[in-house]
Nanobody, 124 residues
């Protein structure tokens, strides 16, 4: 059983930056593909970014490419989402998730464990 705890959300102005962290415990972190998803009010949960076991492969949703960076520190059992040039449309609850697949996937269904989420609000 893997427990995931996100942190780092908050209120930021348009163009600002945030770094989200997701600390994992209870499993072999380096053997999970990790993903970040987000969910805005009234909308479905959507894929944001994902990273492979060792961090060599990363994938991004088109709207965040060039602005967001996913990374991981397997020694610290933590995955990060660095978010730059934030826009109001990035406002959502952000979730991290763990998958037994090498690099996770774009669909929520391939993830086995989820964190509780952290709120990101971008003001215009």
């Amino acid at each position: 059983q893997v427990q995931l705890v996100e942190s780092g959300g908050g209120l930021v102005q348009t163009g600002g930056s945030l770094r989200l962290s997701c600390a994992a415990s209870g499993g072999t972190f380096s053997r999970y593909g990790m993903g970040w998803f987000r969910q805005a009010p009234g909308k479905a949960r959507e894929f944001v970014a994902r990273i492979s076991w060792g961090g060599s492969s990363t994938y991004y949703e088109d709207s965040v490419k060039g602005r967001f960076t996913i990374s991981r520190d397997n020694a610290e059992n933590t995955v990060y989402l660095h978010m730059n040039s934030l826009k109001p449309e990035d406002t959502a609850v952000y979730y991290c998730a763990a998958s037994t697949l090498y690099s996770g996937g774009d669909l929520p269904s391939v993830y086995d464990y989820w964190g509780q989420g952290t709120q990101v609000t971008v003001s215009s």
